[in-house]
C-alpha cells in the first residue's frame, strides 16, 4: 500500500487567491511526521512545514499552513495569497522511525 | 557553511560501468539518506544512516551500495549499472529529532545507456 498519497498531479490557481494541496498517508506507527516540500524547475528541494503526530495544533509557517486530520490521515498543505513563484512541484512526506517516504507530487500553477 | 554537497552533478556511464556518487555535509548531523527521482516522481529511499559506520536499506536498495566511515561523508556505489538507474540521485542529512527537517544537496543527474 501507498504510504503518501498526492490524487492531484496538477491544479491551477489565480494569484493572490489561496489553494489547497491533498495528501494522504498510510501508518500503523502512532509516531510520525508528515512534511511538506516544494521543489522549483531549479531542481532543489525546499522544505516548508512540519507537523508531528503528537502536536495538538495545526502547524503554520508564514503562508504555509498544515491541516492535519488525524482521523481521516490527511495532511493538506494550505497556500494563502499565493505567488507567482509558488508556482513549482509540491511534495508531501512522511517519517516513520528512520525512514522518510514521498508522494508523487502535485504541480502547482500560479496564473497573473 | 556549504550545507549539503554532492558531487558530479551531472554523468553518463554505459551499461555494466560502476561509479561513485559522493556525499558530504558540514552540518555534523548524523542522520544522512540517499534516494532518487525518476521523472515526474516524488523522492525513492535507496539507504540511510544514522551515524559512523551504521547504515540500513530503504524501499529501493537493490543495484546500490552505502558505507559511512566518516559522520560528513555518505558515498553511493552503484555497482552494474543498468538503464533503470537513469535518475536524479539526492542525498539529505538531518539532526536527531524535531522537526525532523532534512537539508538536500542538489542532486546528480545520471544517465545510463
Known amino acids: 500500500a501507498q504510504k503518501i498519497t498526492q490524487t492531484q498531479p496538477g491544479m491551477f490557481v489565480q494569484e493572490k487567491e489561496a489553494v489547497t494541496l491533498d495528501c494522504t498517508y498510510d501508518?500503523?506507527?502512532?509516531?510520525?511526521?508528515l512534511f511538506w516540500y516544494k521543489q522549483p524547475s531549479s531542481g532543489e528541494m525546499i522544505f516548508l512545514i512540519y507537523?508531528?503526530?503528537?502536536?495538538?495544533q495545526n502547524a503554520t509557517e508564514g503562508r504555509y499552513s498544515l491541516n492535519f486530520q488525524k482521523a481521516r490521515k490527511s495532511a493538506n498543505l494550505v497556500i494563502s495569497a499565493s505567488q507567482l513563484g509558488d508556482s513549482a512541484m509540491y511534495f508531501c512526506?512522511?517519517?516513520?522511525?528512520?525512514?522518510?517516504?514521498f508522494g508523487s507530487g502535485t504541480k502547482l500553477n500560479v496564473k497573473p | 557553511n556549504a550545507g549539503v554537497t554532492q558531487t558530479p552533478k551531472f554523468r553518463i556511464l554505459k551499461i555494466g560501468q560502476s561509479m561513485t556518487l559522493q556525499c558530504a555535509q558540514d552540518?555534523?548531523?548524523?542522520?544522512m539518506y540517499w534516494y532518487r527521482q525518476d521523472p515526474g516522481m516524488g523522492l525513492k529511499l535507496i539507504y540511510y544512516?544514522?551515524?559512523?559506520?551504521?547504515?540500513d536499506k530503504g524501499e529501493v536498495p537493490n543495484g546500490y551500495n552505502v558505507s559511512r566511515s566518516t559522520t560528513e561523508d555518505f558515498p553511493l556505489r552503484l555497482e552494474l549499472a543498468a538503464p533503470s538507474q537513469t535518475s536524479v540521485y539526492f542525498c539529505?542529512?538531518?539532526?536527531?529529532?524535531?522537526?525532523?527537517?532534512?537539508?538536500f544537496g542538489p542532486g546528480t543527474r545520471l544517465t545510463v545507456t
Open positions: 539529505a542529512s538531518r539532526l536527531q529529532g524535531p522537526p525532523y527537517e532534512q537539508y
Open positions: 501508518t500503523s506507527d502512532p509516531s510520525y511526521g
Open positions: 507537523q508531528g503526530s503528537y502536536d495538538q
Open positions: 512526506a512522511m517519517r516513520e522511525a528512520n525512514k522518510f517516504y
Open positions: 552540518m555534523n548531523h548524523n542522520y
Open positions: 544512516s544514522v551515524g559512523a559506520g551504521i547504515t
